[in-house]
């Protein structure tokens, strides 16, 4: 098991944010980031979207940070944390601007780029964008397959039912030949799609017992990553019900879990990090790693 945190700041859900986090700045985003740098916390994440109705913003929130730039700020600030997007969305993107905006970050980064990405929901802000919404599934599964062939690809070559380059050059471009790639999602599709596609599975808003059930549907990978995301936790003043939370996840399947801390103000916050690496002591890497 390994842990990843869900930044704090960089978005903000009506009700499942600490207050302080309204006023949370570049510099709060930092100190978080490097201590988990330095505590050996595999990732942290930043969300997209791009402008949510404000009707749409009662419940979903209206505050995103852009992934890119984040993502970018925190990775000259830190030196093994790897940067995940939690997630992009696929409809609102060409496959080749993913594979240069985000093989120029794992170039900057030394390879710690983890793309999280997503089919969309928000037919209003595809509609914003001009992109297409009817047939986002087919379109973000040719985009997977395209993204794949342009990776890491100075010259990448590609004819598929919705995208299609040939002869175009790509540089800077991405350092590893493979980028780990975890699908959103909270369908049996989304599943079969990480399965196919992708590397891991992110769901969201699925209970312990469904995601396990859908689980058991699918031989999974070897390396196959189930990235899952309890409750806020808090290590230092109910450290029972923090262990009964990673069980929970554990036992519907997690690999990874997305962390995220019930906390009064930043320095509570780097406390509650801290706290709760004590309590999975052999889950941290080895400052050689």
Known sequence: MRFGLLSPIVIRLPGAHSPWEADGGPEDLVAIAEHADVLGYHHMTCSEHVGVPRVVAETRGGTYWNPLATL???????RRLRLATNVLVLGYHHPLEIAKAYGTLDRLSGGRVVLGMGV????EEF?????NFEDRGSRADDALRALRAAWATPVPDY???HFSFHDFVID?????PHVPVWIGGRTRRSLRRAVELGDGWMPFGLSGDEMASLLS???LPDDFQVVLQPAALDPLGDPDSTRRRIDAAVKAGATLVNAKFEARDRNH??????AFTRLYPDAWPKESE
């Not at 970018?72 to 830190?78: M, P, S």
């Not at 969309?120 to 037919?123: D, I, N, S």
């Not at 800077?172 to 590893?176: L, S």
């Not at 916050?269 to 801290?274: A, F, G, P």
């Open 172 to 176: 800077p471009h991405a350092v590893r």
């Open 120 to 123: 969309g929901t928000l037919e």
């Open 217 to 219: 549907g699918f031989d």
């Open 269 to 274: 916050y780097l406390d509650q990090m801290t």
């Open 72 to 78: 970018a700020f925190l990775a000259a600030r830190t």
């Open 159 to 161: 004819d598929g039912p």
């Open 127 to 131: 509609a914003l964008l001009g992109a």
